[in-house]
């Protein structure tokens, strides 16, 4: 079943909010989900996405552009835990994150991209390019190492 990728919608927010709870606390502390709210209220643009499938938003994630540090980082990227099979989330995560990937091409900025994650998913990201930059133990909650990965970029 094919999927459709579009720009975030205020009127997404609670099914995204969903999407969060489904991943706590493996992949997020319930106390993140404040953060969140602000992220959605205050800095979700036409960078942020979904992901529907069957008429059911599944996914989400955007990117950011830091011109000060000259940096494209990439944000609250999730999917409703249980949703898909292990091979149709391998499929559908791969076709949205090649999607955030041409959007950050098409913003043409020589900057490395970010992503701040756990080491849950660092094999993940290491399979997308990323190297991982720095490892604060329990940075982000009790057993959630907070991990700061790079990807360097180029448009060849």
């Known amino acids: 079943m094919p999927i459709q990728i579009r ?10 909010l969903l999407i969060f709870e489904s991943n706590c606390p493996k ?3 319930k106390r993140d989900e404040a953060d969140l709210l602000y992220f959605l209220e205050n800095f979700a643009d036409k960078n ?8 059911t ?5 955007g990117h950011y552009v830091k011109h000060e540090k000259k940096q494209i980082g990439i944000a609250w ?3 409703q835990r249980y949703s898909l099979g292990a091979s149709e989330f391998s499929r559908v995560s791969t076709e949205f994150f090649n999607t955030l990937l041409d959007r950050i091409g098409k913003e043409k900025l020589e900057y490395d991209i970010l992503i701040n994650t756990t080491q849950l998913l660092e094999r993940t990201f290491n399979k997308l390019g990323f ?3 720095r490892v ?21």
Do not use: A
């Open 7 to 16: 720009t975030y919608q205020q009127t997404d927010k609670e099914r995204v």
């Open 27 to 29: 992949y997020f502390e």
């Open 48 to 55: 942020f996405m979904v992901v529907i499938k069957d008429q």
């Open 57 to 61: 938003i599944l996914g989400c994630g």
């Open 77 to 79: 990227v999730m999917f």
């Open 131 to 133: 190297q991982t930059q």
């Open 136 to 156: 604060i133990p329990s940075g982000f909650g009790k057993n959630l190492d907070h991990l700061v990965m790079r990807r360097k970029w180029n448009f060849e």
